[in-house]
C-alpha cells in the first residue's frame, strides 16, 4: 500500500536529495515537510552520513515505493515537537536513527527494539511531499538527506555537549550496528577469536568493539589491502585478503588451526557468507551484520552444521537500544575508548551528494558525511 501525504496543515519547505528513478544519480530539490503530529520530533539536520544501506535502496536492490528520500544516520538540533513528546525539548543536540520503537509491545518489553511489531502514525503517512503535492516516502524511517526530518521520538537520543555534531551522526547507525553485534547479539567474551569481514564503516566497529571486549585475536578481512591496514589502526591484530587462494588456511593458521570462535559478515555479499563457515571453529557462531539485496541466496550443510555445533544469527542494527546504547557509545568516545573523528572520511554538501555515494561505492570511504 502506497503511504499517503501526512495530513498537518503546516509545512515547511526545504532542499533534500530525492530518488525518482532507481540506479539514477539523486536529484536536489525543494520538498515540504509537515509539522511533527503526536510524538513526533522535526530536527534541523548538521550532518548524515553515507550508508550502504540508503545505497542499496537508491539502487533498487530493495524495492520500495518512488519517489523517496533516503539517509538515516544523522544528528542535528530539535526544531520542533509535536504534542506528547517526552524527555525532549527545542534546541536538543540529537543523534537520529532508523529505529523505531513502541516501548511496550513483546519485542520492546524484552529489550529488541529493533524488532518491534507497532506501526506509527508515519509507517502509513509521510510527512514529506514534492512542489507538485505529490507524496514522497520517507526511506528507512528517516528521509535524512534533507534539511530536517520529522521522525518519531523513539528515533532520537540527546548527546551532551562536548560531542561535535557531525561526527555524533555516525552514531546512527555504522557505530550502532557494528559495534552492536559484538557486544549485544552474541556478546564476545574475553579471549576468543574474531574475524570481521569487511572493513567499511560497520566491519570497522565490530573490530573496535571485538578489540574493547578483549578478543586475543581479531582478524580483519577484506579484498583491499588498503582498508586492512586501515584495520590495524582501530584495534585488528591481523589481517587476511579473502581475495587470496590461500584465505582460509590464512585464517586457520592465526586461529591454531582451530578456526575463529566468531566470524562477523558485515559486507551484504553472498560469497562473504560463504567464507565465513569455512573460517569458523567448532561451536563457533557466524552473525550476519551486512544485508544483501533481495534476491541474494545462501547456502549451507545442516548436517556439517549441526555435527561442529556451529551457529549462524542475524544482527539487525546491532540488536541495539537506541536510549540504551548510544549513551554507553558517548562515553567510550568520551574516555577515548572508541574512535569516531578517524572513521570520517569527507564531508560533502548536499548539491554533492552524488559524488559522496560514488567514493562509497569506490570502497574508498568509512564513512562520508553530508553537512548542512
Known sequence: MRVESHSIAKEKTLKAAVCR????????????????????????????????????????????????????????????????????????????????????????????????????????????????????????????????????????????????????????????????????????????????????????????AAAYRGASRVIAVDVLDEKLEQALRFGATHTVNSSLPTFVDDVLGLSDGRGADYVFVTVGAKSAIKQSLEILGRAGTTVIVGMPASEVLAEYDPGDLASKGQSIVGSKMGSSSVSRDIPKLVALYQQGDLKLDELVSQRFSLENINEAIASVKRGEALRNLVVF
Open 21 to 208: 528513478t532507481f540506479g539514477l544519480p539523486l536529484i536536489v530539490e525543494d520538498i515540504t515537510i509537515a509539522d511533527p503530529g503526536e510524538g513526533e520530533v522535526k530536527v534541523k539536520l548538521a550532518a548524515c552520513a553515507i550508508c550502504h544501506s540508503d545505497i542499496m535502496l537508491a539502487d533498487g536492490h530493495w524495492g520500495g515505493e518512488l519517489p523517496a528520500i533516503y539517509g538515516h544516520e544523522a544528528s542535528g538540533i530539535v526544531e520542533s515537537l509535536g504534542p506528547g513528546v517526552h524527555d525532549l525539548a527545542v534546541g536538543d543536540r540529537v543523534v537520529v536513527t532508523l529505529i523505531r520503537s513502541c516501548g511496550h509491545c513483546h519485542y520492546c518489553a524484552h529489550a529488541i527494539e529493533t524488532q518491534c511489531e507497532a506501526t506509527f502514525p508515519l509507517d502509513e503517512h509521510s510527512p514529506l511531499s514534492d512542489h507538485e503535492g505529490a507524496v514522497v516516502a520517507q526511506g528507512l524511517n528517516a528521509g535524512a538527506f534533507a534539511e530536517s526530518v520529522v521522525v518519531e521520538q523513539s528515533q532520537i537520543c540527546r548527546i551532551p555537549d562536548d560531542i561535535p555534531l557531525e561526527v555524533a551522526s555516525i552514531l546512527g547507525c555504522g557505530v550502532l550496528t557494528g559495534f552492536g553485534a559484538v557486544t549485544n547479539t552474541v556478546e564476545v567474551s574475553p579471549g576468543s577469536i574474531v574475524a570481521v569481514m569487511g572493513c567499511g564503516g560497520v566491519g570497522i566497529n565490530s573490530i573496535q
